[in-house]
Every structure is written in structure tokens, then in C-alpha cells.
């Protein structure tokens, strides 16, 4: 199978960890380097590095730095504690920073000889073995497809949203080296455009056919260009198998079914939140009004006019046809197969 150098948006180095400013992409590639968990936190919660798989290793690799930074100071563990609560609460939604930050607890707890280096090599490994598994994604969601298809995404579940290749991007990947995916259709995903900004720019990366579309012109595209998939990433998915990921996905799953394209859900296992019966009980981070009030630096509302930004909306369970991890192809009702992920068989 075909395989391009993939953009990873992290990178430990000299001792400090490297974030690629996703703000400032397209425009310019401008790397962040951060020495504290706290710095690190702050860049997760502006949006520096977004995406929640890249989310949850940005954490840990903040972990380490807490580490190194407290490691000799008396009341240390506080210290590591304070900063690990810190950099859970960046950004609440994505199921993954939670995942991610428990194993970095599971090592401080353990307290390993070359405590640090053990934080570190686990950082990494998580980064590492996700790249692997995108690929996985890739090939199981290309699978699925047919031959001819023009497919639709939402955000950037891409390789700048995790340690390469990406979720749903995967799938678009393989999918156009298989000649299965012809033309990609993705929306701009206001109010931080990381459909424009982000998806379109790696798909162009990669002579990847797409057409970007404004948000409001996703029903004309599906009605008008024959759209037969909506291929999108996920930020939590419930045990029922309700989804959470950037808001405007939850219109999109609604007119996919009503122009009958199906749904693909794309993530890694630890995206699937067992604890979390259902979509209402998924935390909605509610970001600043300034994100719509001052787009681009324009004034664009008369003050005092409320603002709702919730980042991101819950899709029914019964609006996705599939549900894909490196665990396997999961099909509706997903409460029952899910049930596999508990065992560790395959569904």
C-alpha cells in the first residue's frame, strides 16, 4: 500500500516538546516550543494542537515535562497532581486526553525506577503505536467503500489531528491510493475553519481531488454531486454508541440519511467511553463568544447580542451506519457490540 511522509503536529526534542501552530496554518508553519504542563494546557485549550487523539498526547508528553520540572522539589507529587489536573481539564469533551493522562497516572503511581524516562518512553509509545493504528483505520473504512465514491468530511480528523495519517482522513487516504474515493467534499467547520484551513491543505498535500464548500452548502452538495459517505472522526463516543465531534456533524448525519449517503464514525478504541451510557451525559465544552463575535478581527454583531458556541454536538446512534476502531468495524446496535471492547474480542 502506498504510504507518504505524514505530518506529525508533535515532536519531543532538545528536551522540550514542539507543537505545530495549527492556528496559523495554512499561511505559515510555525512550530511552538513548550517547557511547562501548564504551557502545554494553554496551547491545548487555545487550539495550537487540536484534534483529540493529538489532544491526549500533547497531555502527556506535559506530564513528562511536569515531571522533569518537579522531580527534585519537596511535595513533588503534589506538584505533578496540580499540573495532571490542569491539563485534564483544557478540553473536557475529547475522551482521549482522559485516556491518555491515565496512563501517565498509572506510571506516576507505580513510581518506576527513571521515573522520568518511563513517562517519556510511554509518551512516545502512545504517539508511535497510534500512527500504526491509523493505517489500520484506514485500510478497515476503505473497505467499506466503493469503487467511484465521493465521500464528505467535517473538521480535521487528519494526520494534524493525531500522530499521522489521521482518523477519518485515513480512510480517504487509502481510499484514494485503492482508486475507490474520487473527489473528497469538506465544509469550512466555522468557527475556527478547520475544514478549510486544515483538511483541505492536507488532502491538497496529498493530490487528493477536494472541493471546499461553506458550511451552509453541504445539503446542495449531497443533493447535487452524489455524495454516497460522510466520513467523519470523533471526540467521545457513548457506550450506546451516540457520538460526539465538532459541532455541525449532527447536520450532516441528518442529511446524509435524508440524501441516503451513509455515516462512518472513524477513532481509536479509547475514543468509545464506556462510562458514559449515552450522548446526553457527554460534557459539551462551551468555548468564548469572542470566537464569533470578532472572526478574523472583524466585528461582526452588534455587542450584546448572546452568543451560543458550543463546540461540538452529539449524533444519534441511530443516524451512523458504522463505527470504526483498530478494534474493528462496528455495526448498529452498537450497545450491544461495543460489548466486545470490555472482552477483547473482535466484533
Avoid at 507543537?19 to 487550539?47: C, G, K
Avoid at 513533588?76 to 478540553?91: E, F, K, M, Q, T
Avoid at 494526520?159 to 477519518?168: F, K
Avoid at 449532527?250 to 450522548?279: E, I, N, Q, W
Wanted: charged residues 20%; contains cysteine.
Amino acid at each position: 500500500m502506498q504510504k507518504k511522509n505524514q505530518i506529525c503536529p508533535i515532536r519531543w526534542q532538545d528536551d522540550a516538546l514542539f507543537l505545530l501552530d495549527q492556528r496559523r496554518l495554512p499561511a505559515e508553519e510555525t512550530w511552538l516550543r513548550l517547557e511547562t504542563a501548564t504551557e502545554v494546557a494553554e496551547a491545548i485549550h487555545n487550539m495550537v494542537v487540536r484534534g483529540a487523539p493529538a489532544i491526549g498526547f500533547a497531555a502527556a508528553f506535559g506530564v513528562v515535562l511536569s515531571a522533569r520540572q518537579h522531580g527534585d522539589t519537596e511535595g513533588w507529587r503534589d506538584l505533578v497532581d496540580a499540573d495532571v489536573g490542569i491539563l485534564a481539564a483544557a478540553r473536557p469533551t475529547a475522551i482521549n486526553l482522559k485516556w491518555s493522562l491515565d496512563r501517565m497516572r498509572a506510571l506516576l503511581a507505580a513510581e518506576p525506577d527513571n521515573l522520568s524516562q518511563r513517562l517519556l518512553a510511554e509518551a512516545q509509545e502512545q504517539l508511535e503505536t497510534d500512527r500504526e493504528q491509523n493505517l489500520q483505520l484506514g485500510e478497515m473504512g476503505a473497505g467499506l467503500i466503493d469503487k467511484g465514491s465521493s465521500v464528505m468530511t467535517h473538521c480535521n480528523a487528519g494526520a494534524l489531528a493525531t500522530a499521522g495519517y489521521g482518523t477519518a482522513l485515513a480512510v480517504v487516504r487509502v481510499g484514494h491510493w485503492q482508486k475507490k474515493i474520487e473527489q473528497v467534499f469538506v465544509g469550512e467547520t466555522r468557527p475556527w475553519f478547520q475544514g478549510s484551513r486544515l483538511t483541505a491543505w492536507e488532502l491538497a498535500k496529498d493530490d487528493i481531488p477536494v472541493t471546499l464548500l461553506t458550511d451552509s452548502a453541504a445539503a446542495q452538495a449531497m443533493r447535487k454531486a452524489g455524495i454516497s459517505w460522510l466520513i467523519v472522526g470523533a471526540d467521545r463516543i457513548a457506550a450506546n454508541g451516540d457520538v460526539a465531534n465538532k459541532i455541525g456533524t449532527y447536520a450532516l448525519a441528518v442529511l446524509a440519511r435524508y440524501h441516503g449517503a451513509k455515516v462512518m464514525v472513524v477513532a481509536p478504541h479509547s475514543t468509545v467511553d464506556m462510562s458514559v451510557s449515552d450522548g446526553s451525559r457527554i460534557p459539551i465544552e462551551e468555548r468564548s463568544p469572542n470566537e464569533i463575535l470578532d472572526a478574523a478581527g472583524v466585528e461582526n454583531c452588534l455587542a450584546g447580542i448572546t452568543v451560543a458556541n458550543p463546540a461540538f454536538d452529539v449524533t444519534p446512534a441511530e443516524l451512523i451506519d458504522f463505527i470504526v476502531t483498530e478494534k474493528g468495524v462496528f455495526q448498529a446496535p452498537f450497545g450491544e457490540a461495543f460489548k466486545s471492547l470490555k472482552t477483547g474480542k473482535t466484533p
